[in-house]
């Protein structure tokens, strides 16, 4: 028997995980929710999202916590020491609570974005969580994103490489260039696909009865408590 | 009844993009309204549909009737009486599936669930997508999400369809196929509007015809002058891209170049996709110096996995690539210019081109005829025109020996055009040769010294101005 649930639930599944990502400030903390959450998200993500764009981004937030932890948080006792680079605990440590944030935030959201129907999905959060149509389709219209992402992204790397230059990340200077026609094309697509809904009536969208909560509602919200309570515990036992 | 009558409108306060458009029409007919690139088209349609003022920010003064309602005054009215076909069915298409897409619009306009359902079958058994209605739409072909486009922008039966630019990127099946559309549409008492700069395609069908230019309503034609010799060498001599292959002169078409010795030569190529799937059998050709050779076949018969293969980006191929001289040797220019950008303004990119390949930047500015104007602009922010063209700019600094242009044309009104083509061809005659993918029978007649026909996986060699004609009358122009 197949286990029924709320989109809306899994929605605020998603969001309550990612407040851990802010309130966390410890690796231990953050450790296992970040894992549990992100195997699973990029296991079930997969299915519906392009694998591809989801190591790309995955490869972007390490190197790109990496050198942020390199630039602003380079401090501490010595843990490598070469001719060419030295790290510092500081930046492990930076490093670290960056990709696990990022890992328990993406992880999350690929994690309800692998298990919901988009239109199920805008209808939910609209009905059982009372959001503005345009806020709920906004949150869904990211289905329809990441495969143009993932198309965009290999057609850059193309350009890139017809011009000479890395599809590697080495420098902040090459992330810049990748995102910026990534970010360019994303958000005219979102100016008309903007118009696309609003000429299709989604200002007209009327709002349907609640559905009542089942037992697959309970155990994603139970879930959600269980790794609330451990980061706290880890928390208070950190002090 | 549609009753346009708009005073003034702009994307902000202050700034008018459209003065004193008025025209009107009437059920079971097609207006068309043609015009330059930057003539206001787009923002007409955002308009007359009330979006301009209700999500752009914008403001408009006048009145837009349709079936009595104003809907630069009632923001609610426009989604249930107009039904929009934007130009690029990719920014179109909200939804991850062909029957998610269908049921959206119909579930917004509180459709119940068994009317939708029914309404979104049909319509998807009518564009030919049933069998696909709960795959991914990254799935789909181009002609494909076009049809999903239609069934979707149709679902509600809205009393006024509007199409902008709607044979932008597309084959002659698929202009057909929107051909057929709008017939039918007409046909059923609807109202129909066009923005197109490629009026050929649809003068045949229309009852009025509304020249825009900066703006402005510049002209408009009714009935039989829309089909009088007079007024289709008015519209040529106003740069409006209204002449059918079979009628441009025969001196333009008949031009025969001297090129040099051959420096591509492709030997028994098979392409497939990642799947296994073949996509090209036992293709053979081969490019020589300064040539311009144009790819010509349907939506999805390999043109541009042929163009990454020779580029060396699509890697699922076997036979043989053979080039004859060294140094960087292709260059592959997307459909989407965009792509190749990696700076905030002109200026940096060429600064950047200039550094890497080491040719002085007052070389690069020459080339670039819009530079002192739009040097501070983004990349992104230049018309789609100027876009193409400084990709091509980047493209020759690299100094290739054979470029590879994907559908350069799409999008392009003939003034850019005809500039477009004048710069190929000078670049051309410097020795660099050109493969040029695309369905646009003007760059046949105008660029091609050889043309290669792909279709069901075979290339055979055709000749450029028979198949500009055939693709012509596949479209239905004459």
Redesign the interface.
């Known amino acids: 028997m197949r286990l029924k649930y709320r989109e809306s639930t899994l929605f605020l599944y998603a969001l309550g995980i990612s407040l851990i990502a802010f309130i966390a400030n410890s690796v231990e903390s953050l450790l296992l929710p970040s894992i549990l959450n992100g195997i699973l998200g990029f296991v079930l993500g997969s299915k519906?999202m392009p694998w591809k764009l989801l190591v790309v981004l995955l490869l972007l937030n390490v190197w790109g916590s990496f050198l942020n932890g390199l630039y602003f948080h380079n401090f501490g006792e010595v843990v490598v020491s070469t001719q060419v680079i030295v790290i510092k605990r500081g930046a492990i440590d930076s490093f670290l609570l960056v990709s696990l944030r990022f890992f328990l935030i993406v992880g999350a959201t690929l994690l309800m974005l692998g298990l919901v129907?988009?239109?199920d999905l805008i209808?939910s959060l609209e009905r059982d969580l009372r959001i503005p149509s345009g806020i709920a389709?906004s949150i869904a219209?990211a289905?329809?994103l990441f495969?143009?992402l993932s198309?965009?992204l290999s057609?850059?790397y193309?350009?890139?490489?017809?011009?000479?230059?890395t599809s590697v990340i080495l420098r902040p200077s090459n992330l810049r260039?990748i995102l910026?026609?990534l970010l360019?094309?994303s958000y005219?697509?979102a100016v008309?696909?903007?118009?696309?809904?609003?000429?299709?009536?989604?200002?007209?969208?009327?709002v349907s009865g609640k559905k009542p909560l089942r037992l697959g509602d309970l155990i994603i919200l139970t879930a959600l408590i269980l790794q609330w309570i451990i980061v706290f515990i880890t928390l208070f036992l950190n002090k | 009844m549609l009753r346009v009558d708009i005073e003034a409108a702009g994307y902000r306060a202050g700034e008018t993009t459209l003065r004193k458009i008025k025209f009107g029409g009437g059920e079971g007919e097609l207006i068309l309204v043609g015009g330059a690139s930057g003539s206001g088209k787009t923002t007409l349609l955002?308009t007359i549909?009330g979006?301009l003022s209700?999500?752009?920010g914008g403001w408009a003064d006048g009145s837009v009737l349709v079936r009595d309602e104003d809907t630069l005054k009632t923001?609610?009215v426009?989604?249930?009486l107009?039904?929009?076909v934007?130009q690029?069915p990719?920014?179109?298409?909200?939804?991850?599936t062909p029957l998610?897409e269908v049921?959206?619009?119909l579930?917004?306009?509180?459709f119940s669930d068994e009317e939708a359902l029914a309404r979104a079958t049909e319509l998807l058994k009518r564009f030919g997508l049933f069998n696909k209605r709960l795959d991914?739409?990254?799935t789909l072909s181009g002609g494909e999400k076009r049809r999903l486009s239609l069934a979707?922008a149709i679902s509600?039966k809205p009393y006024l369809i509007m199409l902008d630019e709607p044979t932008a990127s597309m084959d002659p099946w698929g202009i057909r196929e929107v051909r057929k559309f709008t017939n039918d549409l007409i046909r059923e008492g609807n109202i129909v509007l066009i923005v197109e700069h490629k009026i050929k395609y649809f003068l045949d069908l229309a009852d009025k015809l509304v020249l825009l230019s900066s703006g402005e309503k510049i002209a408009e034609y009714s009935g039989s002058e829309l089909t009088s010799r007079s007024l289709l060498e008015k519209l040529r001599d106003a740069n409006i891209d209204v002449e059918p292959v079979h009628e441009v002169p025969r001196e333009e078409r008949d031009k025969k170049r001297g090129v040099g010795e051959v420096i591509l030569t492709i030997e028994g190529l098979e392409c497939w996709h990642n799947s296994g799937k073949p996509i090209l059998k036992n293709v053979s050709f081969d490019v020589r110096k300064g040539e311009v050779l144009v790819l010509v076949g349907p939506n999805g018969s390999g043109k541009t996995t042929l163009l990454?293969t020779i580029?060396g980006?699509h890697k699922g191929y076997s036979g043989e690539i053979k080039l004859r001289e060294s140094g960087k040797r292709v260059?592959?220019v997307?459909q989407?210019p965009?792509?190749?950008?990696?700076?905030?303004t002109v200026e940096k990119e060429l600064r950047l081109?200039s550094s890497?390949v080491g040719l002085p930047l007052e070389a690069l500015i020459e080339k670039i005829p819009f530079y002192s104007e739009k040097k501070n602009s983004?990349p992104?922010r230049l018309s789609l025109g100027q876009r193409r063209w400084l990709s091509l700019v980047?493209?020759w600094a690299?100094k290739p020996n054979i470029i590879l242009l994907d559908e350069p044309t799409a999008g392009l009104d003939i003034g850019f055009l005809n500039n477009l083509f004048s710069y190929i061809r000078s670049l051309s005659r410097e020795g660099i040769s050109f493969i040029i993918s695309t369905h646009d029978p003007r760059v046949l007649l105008s660029l091609a010294d050889r043309s290669l026909m792909i279709d069901g996986g075979r290339v055979r060699e055709v000749e450029p101005y028979k198949v500009a004609l055939m693709l012509e009358s596949i479209a239905g122009v004459y």
Do not use: C
């Open positions: 519906k129907n988009v239109r209808k389709f219209y289905f329809r495969p143009l198309k965009d057609e850059i193309i350009a890139r490489k017809e011009r000479g230059l260039s910026l026609p360019n094309l005219e697509r008309w696909g903007g118009i696309s809904a609003e000429l299709r009536g989604l200002r007209l969208r009327k | 955002l549909s979006v209700s999500l752009l923001n609610s426009a989604s249930r107009i039904g929009l934007l690029d990719e920014k179109q298409v909200l939804m991850p998610d049921l959206f619009t579930e917004n306009l509180g991914h739409v990254e979707s509600h990454k580029a980006f260059f592959y997307s989407t965009d792509y190749m950008f990696l700076e905030s081109v890497r983004s992104y980047v493209a690299y």
